[in-house]
């Protein structure tokens, strides 16, 4: 059971350039989300998805594209990236809702030059 | 949700108990309290929560005030691993999972 798997664990992007953080889970969980936390600071939600088809825009939503196909895997899609975007990302799923708990991914460290 | 006041950073000793305290005043009726950690840069690991009876599982102890407008994680016997910060998260429980928000939370540092 590998719970929330998250790849790349780091990388290092041109401004412009554009890419996909991808989030994998095994547990059949219906909500995934994505985080992002800069220097000492907590973490702020991106993006979310309920289920695959549905998803919907967290308080930082701007640059992100997601998509939620399948049950297993949720995407974020940086479309332009900017220096801003600099940060971890972090990923994670919950079954229905969420009361015993959010597991999360073990991050991607995103720089962007 | 509720906004969470916590300290910035707390000391304790290898051994001894780590109590971290959590002030949310403006906790509503059904919000659940919930505590979750993250050591070093790693995903935040969740530890317990609980709605106003304290809780007690295998890794900490919560205690929730009579009025809710405050609580303590309880680590019973701290070692160098649970060096990291822990966030002190309100939520309601709904039919679906929610975000999460996340405070600046505590910096607990363990040490010999």
């Known amino acids: 059971n590998a719970g929330v798997t998250q790849t790349p664990k780091f990388q290092v992007l041109k401004t412009g350039q554009s890419m996909t953080l991808q989030c994998a889970q095994d547990?059949?969980?219906?909500?995934m989300s994505w985080y992002r936390q800069d220097p000492g600071m907590g973490l702020r939600l991106i993006h979310y998805s309920v289920g695959a088809g549905i998803t919907d825009q967290g308080e930082v939503p701007n640059g992100y594209n997601v998509s939620r196909s399948t049950t297993e895997d949720f995407p974020l899609r940086l479309l332009s990236a900017a220096p801003s975007q600099t940060s971890v990302y972090f990923c994670?799923?919950?079954?229905?809702?969420?009361?015993?708990?959010?597991?999360f991914g073990s991050g991607t460290r995103l720089t962007v030059v | 949700d509720a906004k969470t006041t916590q300290p910035t950073s707390m000391d304790c000793a290898e051994g001894r108990a780590a109590n971290l305290p959590c002030n949310h005043s403006t906790i509503s009726g059904n919000e659940y309290v919930y505590w979750y950690r993250q050591i070093h840069s790693q995903g935040p690991q969740y530890i317990i929560h609980g709605l106003k009876n304290n809780e007690t599982n295998e890794m900490a102890s919560l205690i929730i005030t009579e009025d809710r407008k405050s609580s303590t994680l309880i680590l019973p016997h701290a070692t160098l691993r649970d060096t990291a910060v822990y966030y002190c998260?309100?939520?309601?429980?709904?039919?679906?999972?929610?975000?999460?928000?996340f405070g600046t939370g505590t910096r607990l540092q363990v040490t010999l």
């Open positions: 994670a799923s919950s079954s229905g809702t969420g009361t015993y708990g959010y597991t």
């Open positions: 998260i309100v939520r309601v429980v709904t039919g679906t999972a929610s975000k999460l928000t």
């Open positions: 547990m059949n969980h219906e909500y």
